[in-house]
């Protein structure tokens, strides 16, 4: 203090002309200010991340809702393996009959059934290796997405990554199941098996006995336009099943027709005619 007396300044004054109060003033006006800024921009930073991290969730959801259809297009892979197997026992047995001694107009109807079958058997692996491509494409996609997740989601609040395991027992599953279906009598303990029909998997058979169809001739009585109606309160995912020959199937499974059954299908993609 004596020293300030001495160059002739005040102790509660600054280097300029104003006191100390207004010095004070003005520092804590600098703070809030930029304090208001930080706060600001941390708002515009926080907000941004919330929207990207907002448009990956709502990704990822439509991805899961996807991926509902998912068993679906395994069993039609089975589905069209147990065709392909059928239709080159079918096509083996035309062989082992052009072979043996016949006359020539029977040797040129059986060549010609030979031809259609290859062409059934070209078209049948032809489709089956499409879906094979379109699933390993679906799964690598669930993979990205599920990574995606994990990356956007906050340190504080991140839930533990749910982790999709991918079914593969489930295809063994489903092939048994395939194959007791050209075995069986079509019966099961709570009534008709009715994925003896092309088109109808697990998933769809729940749904038809859930509603109260649960037998051949429940297929047969109700009609493909109510069947429609119930695979469509299931979700979209079950627009693409066309229950048009189901009845038909039902009649040939209830008569017990099985030969009869696996030509009609020989024919059919997931119910639908080709």
């Keep these: 203090m004596i020293l300030l007396d001495i160059f002739g300044q005040s102790p509660i004054q600054g280097p300029g002309t104003e006191t100390f109060t207004e010095h004070l003033v003005e520092i804590v006006a600098m703070l809030l200010a930029a304090f208001l800024l ?6 515009i930073a926080v ?28 069993l039609e892979i089975i589905t069209l393996n147990d065709k392909i197997k ?17 006359v020539h107009a029977a040797d040129a109807v059986l060549e010609a059934k030979l031809k259609t079958q290859e062409q059934l058997i070209s078209q049948l692996k032809s489709d089956l290796a499409k879906s094979e491509k379109n699933q390993a494409n679906f799964d690598r996609t669930i993979d990205v997405a599920k990574v995606v997740e994990v990356k956007e989601k906050p340190k504080p609040t991140e839930p533990k990554p749910k982790v ?5 027992p489930e295809p063994v599953k489903e092939k048994s199941k395939a194959k007791a279906k050209s075995k069986g009598k079509g019966k099961t303990k709570d009534g008709d098996d009715l994925k003896k029909i092309e088109g109808v998997g697990p998933k769809i058979e729940q749904l038809l ?10 297929i047969m009585s109700v009609g493909p336009d109510k069947i429609r109606e119930i695979l469509l309160k299931a979700g979209p995912q079950y627009k693409v099943h066309d229950p048009t020959t189901w009845g038909d199937q039902a009649q040939l499974a209830k008569d017990e027709k099985w030969d009869e059954l696996h030509e009609m299908q020989a024919n059919l993609k997931g119910g639908k005619k080709v």
């Design 86 to 102: 059928l239709l080159e026992d079918k096509n083996a047995r035309l062989r082992n009959e052009v072979n043996q001694p016949v």
């Design 209 to 218: 006995n859930a509603d109260g169809v649960k037998s051949y001739n429940d």
């Design 164 to 168: 999709v395991a991918k079914a593969s």
């Design 47 to 74: 907000g941004k991340w919330r929207n990207k991290y907002k448009e990956a969730e709502s990704e990822l959801n439509m991805l899961k809702a996807e991926s509902l259809g998912l068993e679906d297009k395994k």
């Design 38 to 43: 930080g706060w600001w921009l941390g708002r």
